[in-house]
């Protein structure tokens, strides 16, 4: 039951169990927060905590299908989506012109999309101490906020294997 987010903190840590396992340059600092919904205040202290360069907010998004029927939008099962921007934020052009690169060389679906209400702690990155550049990554769910959303499992396997490489 709800996934929001705790499907976020379960690839943060799924991410950080398969960097154990490869060389890479890069430090990797995931956490969860607390109080997205009622003004992304815990994403404010991990953000000025973690004093990154980049930043990922990772997080459900808004499929549009049910039962997979969708004319157009975000569907369950084919990929992570990669948010140009939601109510709060607009992600780095660079950032996601990177992350849709990397995913086409490692044949990673993914789905592009809006966010057309709400926010995520993205928002937040973007404005502590001098900024930094982010980028909305969401596992699609169905039924978000609430006790019955749903979520593919392929799209949980395809973000992890999707930001593992971008950090790579």
């Not at 569907?75 to 012109?97: A, F, Q, W, Y």
Request: aromatic share 6%; glycine share 10%.
């Amino acid at each position: 039951k709800a996934w929001d987010n705790r499907i976020g903190c379960a690839v943060s840590y799924r991410i950080m169990e398969e960097l154990k396992q490869i060389e890479h340059p890069n430090i990797f600092i995931g956490g969860g927060t607390t109080q997205e919904e009622v003004g992304t205040r815990g994403a404010k202290t991990l953000g000025y905590l973690a004093n990154a360069d980049i930043g990922f907010s990772i997080d459900v998004g808004i499929a549009d299908d049910v039962h997979g029927q969708v004319k157009e939008g975000i569907v369950l099962g084919k990929g992570p989506e990669l948010c140009v921007m939601d109510s709060h934020t607009i992600s780095n052009r660079k950032l996601l012109k990177f992350a849709v690169q990397v995913a086409e060389e490692c044949k990673i679906p993914y789905q592009v999309s809006i966010m057309k209400h709400g926010g995520t702690d993205a928002s937040e990155f973007q404005h502590v101490r001098s900024g930094m550049p982010v980028l909305l990554v969401n596992v699609p769910s169905r039924y978000a906020h609430t006790p019955t959303s749903m979520i593919h499992y392929d799209d949980y396997v395809n973000t992890i294997r999707l930001m593992v490489e971008l950090i790579r």
